[in-house]
């Protein structure tokens, strides 16, 4: 495709139920990025991918969040046991290259209420 | 670590008019870039504009400029001549550090009346 794409686009699931979001990069792109955003908030950093390598996981919120990329390109997100403070838009990004000038491209994201 | 402040939760302008949204930041890097992103409703995050720090010369794409204090960490966007496709959520985000993630502000909503 020609951009970044995200499915589910809506996703809906009950407390407790565990939930996989699925982010399909740019194809080559190297560097990719999760970001949460809360309703009415900008989107915090949740974890970053260099090729298959998780190198920062520094803003996973808690161990029942996972993140994985194991041949480089497609990215999940795992949410364990979601609790209603998971809602949020989950937005996955790529760039080309590393380096702190690279272009972002965003997904349009996975909207994920917990009920 | 990188702070982010956007003082102004919404903004609204006249079509053809300009508007500024202003945007402070702090960081601990040496070498950094900052970014200008719009979000309309459509939820996908679309690149306005992107500055060096280390450069002094203000950006400009189109209708789209900065205006970059780097001594006062200060980095607003000019929009010129608006047009009702302007309107959307804009986001301040610098970008520095050993993983380069971009840390954003809380956002602007930028309204434009015909």
């Known amino acids: 495709g020609a951009g970044v794409s995200q499915s589910p686009r809506y996703k809906v699931a009950k407390r407790g139920q565990d939930v996989a979001l699925r982010c399909d990069p740019i194809s080559g792109h190297v560097s990719l990025f999760w970001y949460q955003q809360a309703l009415g908030q900008g989107p915090e950093f949740l974890t970053y991918?260099?090729?298959?390598?998780?190198?920062?996981k520094s803003g996973l919120p808690s161990d029942r969040f996972f993140a994985e990329r194991p041949e480089g390109s497609v990215s999940t997100l795992k949410i364990q046991r979601t609790q209603q403070e998971d809602s949020a838009v989950y937005l996955c990004a790529s760039s080309p290259r590393q380096g702190p000038s690279e272009k972002l491209f965003f997904g349009s994201g996975t909207q994920l209420s917990v009920l | 670590a990188q702070t982010v402040t956007q003082s102004q939760p919404e903004m609204s302008v006249q079509e053809a008019e300009t508007v500024t949204l202003s945007c402070t930041y702090d960081?601990?890097?040496?070498?950094?870039?900052l970014f200008w992103y719009k979000q309309p409703p459509s939820r996908q995050m679309i690149l306005v504009i992107r500055q060096e720090a280390y450069k002094q010369q203000n950006a400009t794409e189109n209708r789209f400029s900065v205006n970059f204090q780097k001594a006062a960490k200060s980095f607003s966007l000019k929009i010129s001549d608006s047009q009702l496709g302007d309107a959307a959520m804009y986001f301040c985000?610098?970008?520095?550090?050993?993983?380069?993630?971009?840390?954003f502000g809380k956002g602007t909503l930028l309204t434009v009346n015909p």
């Open positions: 985000a610098p970008r520095g550090g050993s993983n380069y993630k971009l840390t």
């Open positions: 991918f260099q090729n298959e390598a998780q190198l920062d």
């Open positions: 960081t601990s890097e040496s070498d950094y870039y």
